[in-house]
């Protein structure tokens, strides 16, 4: 059997495939910006978290947010793509990925399929600080102002002239040298990350 992690708000989606199968130990999970994505790690360990990309059977503006199976072979073809274009120095020097390691759909299922990605030590060791971009803008629970806001405050730099800076330029070269190299990335506000110093501040 090959452990099959479920969306706690979709397991009905596999009612006759788990009704003779094993039920494994429960895992912690909490939720990200992605509706379906979760980071999830044992009960007992929490230095072995990982994300897990879950099948979710719901539709959320007019999209299915199941995994298909087309979805589980292109995540591991295009990890393998990103390895090769790594070894090959075709890489920006400062772009970073999250590792799609492992992928199924269970058989006979065109759908309901899950996605494993690793986390980098560095991270899960807490010696780098990641954000996703939508976090910049958001209001944090403790009524503060929005980190961007923030940083901005604590580089004393007009607005405008942070923004190009330290998203706008870095952004726009990293994307640029993929599409050289062939690789046509799809950034946004949830799947593109910023890492963040010791000060609060982009490195």
């Known amino acids: 059997q090959i452990r099959l992690i479920v969306h706690p708000e979709s397991e009905h989606l596999y009612t006759e495939l788990t009704r003779n199968a094993h039920v494994g130990e429960d895992l912690m999970a909490t939720a990200t910006s992605s509706s379906r994505t979760v980071l999830a790690w044992p009960q007992d360990n929490p230095k072995a978290a990982f994300f897990a990309k879950l099948s979710l059977d719901a539709e959320i503006d007019g999209v299915r947010r199941t995994v298909s199976a087309g979805e589980t072979v292109r995540s591991i073809g295009h990890n393998d793509a990103l390895v090769v274009a790594g070894r090959n120095g075709e ?3 400062n772009f ?4 799609e390691v492992f992928s199924t759909v269970p058989k006979g299922m065109d759908e309901g399929g899950l996605i494993i990605r690793t986390i980098p030590k560095e991270m899960l060791l807490g010696k780098v600080r990641h954000v996703p971009l939508f976090s910049l803008y958001a209001t944090p629970p403790d009524g503060k102002p929005p980190m961007l806001a923030q940083m901005i405050a604590q580089s004393g730099m007009e607005p405008e002239a942070f923004i ?7 952004i726009a070269k990293q994307w640029l040298e ?16 910023m890492e963040v110093g010791q000060n609060g501040m982009p490195t």
């Open 91 to 93: 890489l920006p020097r």
């Open 178 to 193: 993929l599409i050289f190299n062939g690789i046509a990335p799809q950034p946004h506000a949830q799947n593109l990350m």
């Open 96 to 99: 970073k990925v999250f590792p």
């Open 164 to 170: 190009n800076q330290h998203l706008i330029r870095p």
